[in-house]
């Protein structure tokens, strides 16, 4: 639609659609000619809704029915002074006709004829001046000639009533070649108290007049595409009934018209979807008009578009790169896309829409929208997971066609896979001599979740790589390292998912070392060791690359299987070995085996060895009733024979006897054993251990509680004890004895004769001379004891001669002094004693009803006896029972008793020392053996037969 352009003028809403103008011709004339141009289609008088909305105006106020062109100010002459200032006159002539003025004041009228416009031009020459002023005014034509007098002009303040308005004014004297334009900033006011008038009106039939039709859509500059929906919308004061539109449109900016539609219903607002046709093409200059006709067959009024639009149907070109075919995108990575976008014609602002295509929900999502045609946007990935995504690129130009291009179906990928080589691990040795494991792990796979693995290893930090498995679908892989030595050894694991990426893991830095180590046998065990006998197996180990923490083996070869000894043994290390019980005289060997860090295995065999049966390794012996035991050199304690109360001390108790040694305790730093009665004890300074019988306390420990295993009683300062069948004795360094159990006849020695029984030690009384005892031996009754000058002391009962004081007397609770001198030790049987002198000679004294005392008789004497038949040279003696035995120097043993009256030399192998029980006697060897004879049939011989010997047979290795 055409518009006036001009400034500084104001202008009325109302009559912004009128088309006309006014234009200064040539400002240097005295006179102005004001042009009203009048297109060639008929136009009404706008409406004026604010007019309309005014509550103090009746609703049926509808138009302008007349313009009139005012100039006054000063050298203005009235050009009909016949009205006056009457002006009431003035419009009622404007309403019908003619021209229309005031004093001050030249008019033009315009008035409509039969309700329009002329399709004229119209020139009014106006004198021009200072101060003098161009009005523009309309006035209102109402229906029915009722108009309410409250309209204000804001420029007439002093003739506020009327049904007119002023336009628009301008100074006439600053006029210059400028367009008078019509605007819509006006203001209306309301008065009250003005009373309605009547006037003549002219042409009041409203459907005579169409009034103004204006097009306001489309209105120039739009592009328009094909199949899409076009809005036509325009506005008409004309609203009666019957009143019809019709749509063209023009594709050569108004040279020829193409109905689009007729017969429209006409109202005062309309709109019309219109969808143009691919067939129309690509025209530049298109315009759109609308006409409206009268029902009552007035003049069609015609308004068009004021400025040209766009037919655009051809979509841009796209071509979208940055995602290639099968692409696999990390999820939340930056993916830069690019494209190039052009159009014919010329793309839209903010052309371009990307999305990309969710496979999952078969869906397209939105990137980005409306960005601009820079050509590049980087975008990231969504985390998720999705195969056979797609990029779609869409590009569109102003008339609204569009372009697409989607890329090739990728995936994205929001999984990160995760190897790691598990071993060989960093530092670790191997060797080719057995296979090694190499294993991994894999975690995050994607979708279907398969994959596969190469396996290589490089013997270079990674120079050069070989392969050992292509195609694994596990998470381990048997390897046998390559032959050599290398320190610069590493495992590569490759693993390619189900998208094809490819995961790499190295494992650390290890070692390939195929040298075994070197292990050296520090000493070489004897030719012949005693079965069970003990050995202390030492060795070192050395290897370049480090020995195997605790992987010694110790075995033994016993011809035919290796057999284990120990395992997991450190380098160096020792271990004490107890040789086996068999073969027995037959040959064995040790081995020794070591693995070094990469498990490369060496070994050391020893030379061979001779296994014995016998027992070995005796320190001391010592026999109590019926049984015995021994002080091993590794501190050890065996004991075998009667186990009646707990006196072998071998756990768990319960057994009666045993033929073969039984391991009792494992016993550090003690000296001497003592076995008597049923009790055994074991003993150092300042501490003893006991087990067996109690009963009479003759553990001295407060109680009557027996032990089946040793237990540690505290006795300070004894330096050599003897246990019997029912007292316990011992020397103190001190230089005092003391004893304690049962005390009968005296035999406590503690002067009190009365019979009891004592848990706790007594003092034994320093009577008689009796002083610095340095060895005590207990018998059945009582006890006899060698000082440091060689005396001899017994006391106790004596009914039998024990005491050996030839006096007769039948017993003593404190010590009397036995008439031998030069006594270097005594031992005890149940009612006699012996004596080794200084000289190696040998006396009796006591019971003798057995042939205990070596006279060759069955008499007792209570005075020392000689025994002759014996050599000269004995180093030991031994009693118990009713027997006695005695040692001499080289080994041979003689022993009487036992229906024996003389003594007679035992067949035994030369032996270091001798103990005896009730009927049976032991020996040791200078090779630390023992041998037993006499009574055998509760174990106590320890040859494991229980049977009688009357010659010597070796102790056996019993259980360890």
Known sequence: MARFQAVSLFCLMGLASIASSCSVRNPSESMVRLHFDFPDQVRRSSRISALESSAALPATLTEFSCLLVNVFGPGIESKNPKFGTNLDKIRQDA??????????????TIIPKDGVFPNTSI????????????????????????????MKNPAWQENPQGNYYSIGQVSADILSDVTLSL????????????????????????????????????????FIRDSVVTRIEWTSQQTATGSLAKLEYSRDNGATWIQIVAGLTNTGSNSYDWTPLTT??????????????????????????????????????????????????????????????TDNMQLATQPIKLEYFNPSTTTWILIADQEVNDGAYTWTAPMSTLVGARIRLSAKDQAGNVGYQESSTFTINNHQTVVNVTSPATGAYVSSASSRSITWTISDLPPPGTWTTNVAYTLNGGTSWTTIVSANTGYTQAWTPPAGNSSNVKIRVRVTDGFGIVTEA????????????????????????????????????????????????????????????????????????????????????????????????GEISSSNIVLSDVLFGILSIDAGTNHTCVLMDNGDVRCWGDNGAGQLGHSPAGFPESGVPLFTDSISNFETISAGGNTSSVYAPGIQKFWGSNAQGNFGNGNTTGATTPITVGHLGVTQLDVGNEQTCAVKNDGTAWCVGLNQYGSLGGGVSTTGTYTTPVTVTAANGFTNPTQISVGAKGACA?????????????????LGTNTGLQESAVPVEVNLASVQSVASGDSHSCALRTDQTVYCWGAGSAGQLGQGSTSNSDSPLWVSGIPTNISEIAAGGNQSCALATGGAVYCWGNTVQSPAQVTAPALTHITAGYSHVCGVTAQGRAYCWGAGTQGQLGDGQFTDSTVAVPVKYGTP
């Open 95 to 108: 309403l019908g006709g003619g021209s229309c003025g005031y004093p001050g004041i030249v008019s033009q």
């Open 123 to 150: 020139e009014l020459s106006i004198p021009t001046g200072v101060g003098r002023v161009i009005q523009v005014v309309g006035l209102i034509k109402a229906t029915d000639c009722l108009l309410e007098m409250a």
């Open 183 to 222: 605007k819509d900033d006006y203001s209306a006011a309301t008065e009250t108290g003005k009373s309605n008038r009547r006037v003549d009106c002219y042409n009041t039939d409203a459907n005579d007049a169409l009034g103004a039709v204006q097009l306001t859509s489309p209105n120039g500059g739009e």
């Open 280 to 341: 129309l093409g690509n025209y530049a200059q298109s315009l759109v008009r609308v006409t409206v006709t009268d029902a009552n067959g007035g003049s069609p009024v015609v308004d068009q578009s004021d400025a040209i639009f766009f037919f655009f149907f051809t979509n841009p070109t796209v071509n979208l790169s940055g995602i290639t075919a099968s692409q696999v995108i990390p999820a939340g990575t930056a993916v830069n896309l690019t494209w190039t976008a």
């Open 506 to 601: 190295m494992s650390g830095v290890f070692t390939l070392d195929n040298t075994p180590p070197t292990i050296t046998l520090n000493a070489q065990p004897p030719s012949i060791m005693p079965a069970e006998g003990m050995f202390n197996v030492a060795w070192t180990a050395t290897d370049a690359g480090g020995i195997k923490p605790n992987t010694v083996h110790l075995k033994y070869y016993d011809g035919t299987n290796y057999i284990s000894i120990a395992s997991g043994r450190p380098a160096p290390g020792n271990h004490f070995w107890i040789a086996p019980t068999s073969p027995i005289n037959s040959p064995i060997s040790l081995y020794l085996q070591v693995e070094d860090r990469a498990g490369n295995i």
């Open 786 to 802: 060698v000082n440091n000058s060689g005396g001899l002391w017994c006391w106790g009962q004596g009914n039998q001669g024990q």
